[in-house]
T-cell receptor, first 118, second 115 residues
Framework: DAGVIQSPRHEVTEMGQEVTLRCKPI?????LFWYRQTMMRGLELLIY????????DSGMPEDRFSAKMPNASFSTLKIQPSEPRDSAVYFC????????????????FGPGTRLTVL | KQEVTQIPAALSVPEGENLVLNCSFT??????LQWFRQDPGKGLTSLLL?????REQTSGRLNASLDKSSGRSTLYIAASQPGDSATYLC??????????????FGKGTHLIIQP
């Protein structure tokens, strides 16, 4: 298995531009998570999906951020318009549904996308 | 709101030493606690997961303990090796755990093992 795949690995853009980050979860995983990591705030959960449906988006910082999961094998995180304070590493993680329908709690992380907004 | 704190923020020790990383959390009503490893430029790898009903978990040279009532966990690394150099993150999952709630992370301990 290739693991969680994220693209691009690095993104440099100018303030005001639209940025789209992409994630392909591990095949068969029911849950997908988006996290953001900064030096100041550490790793923060932004949003997560279950079976392509957004369950909790309370971590999304502003309306400029949006996330979609059109199918079980693809998700996007969009920032429009981008600002310098959005510069961070954005991680996607996926998790399978465990035995008996219980979440296994083991999340598998992608390598992250390092976003720099100038 | 749950807060997770890790001490120390950075640690440098000679190879072969045993060491302890600390994690504390403010809300003891957790479902489980995980320790992750993060290498530079890479994602996170889960090392150990302790359910709230457990006291410790072991994997090779790693041992993680959990004292839920006091809101603390420790990660013990025996006979440290240069390959152990990485950032170690502690994360808790709150509530009953019935849903796939996201994790609350500490800011990590940056560990360097000197050859």
């Amino acid at each position: 298995d290739a693991g969680v795949i994220q693209s691009p690995r690095h993104e440099v853009t100018e303030m005001g531009q639209e940025v789209t980050l992409r994630c392909k979860p591990i095949s068969g995983h029911d849950y997908l998570f988006w996290y953001r990591q900064t030096m100041m705030r550490g790793l923060e959960l932004l949003i997560y999906f279950n079976n392509n449906v957004p369950i909790d988006d309370s971590g999304m910082p502003e309306d400029r951020f949006s996330a979609k999961m059109p199918n079980a094998s693809f998700s996007t995180l969009k920032i429009q318009p981008s600002e310098p304070r959005d510069s961070a590493v954005y991680f996607c993680a996926s998790s399978p549904l465990g035995v008996g329908g219980l979440h296994t709690d083991t999340q598998y992380f992608g390598p992250g996308t390092r976003l720099t907004v100038l | 709101k749950q807060e997770v704190t890790q001490i120390p923020a950075a640690l440098s020790v000679p190879e072969g030493e045993n060491l302890v990383l600390n994690c504390s959390f403010t809300d003891s009503a957790i479902y489980n606690l995980q320790w992750f490893r993060q290498d530079p430029g890479k994602g996170l790898t889960s090392l150990l997961l302790i359910q709230s009903s457990q006291r410790e978990q072991t994997s090779g040279r790693l041992n993680a303990s959990l004292d839920k009532s006091s809101g603390r966990s420790t990660l013990y690394i025996a006979a440290s090796q240069p390959g152990d150099s990485a950032t170690y993150l502690c994360a808790v999952k709150g509530g009953t755990g019935g849903g796939a709630d996201g994790l609350t992370f500490g800011k990590g301990t940056h560990l360097i093992i000197q050859p």
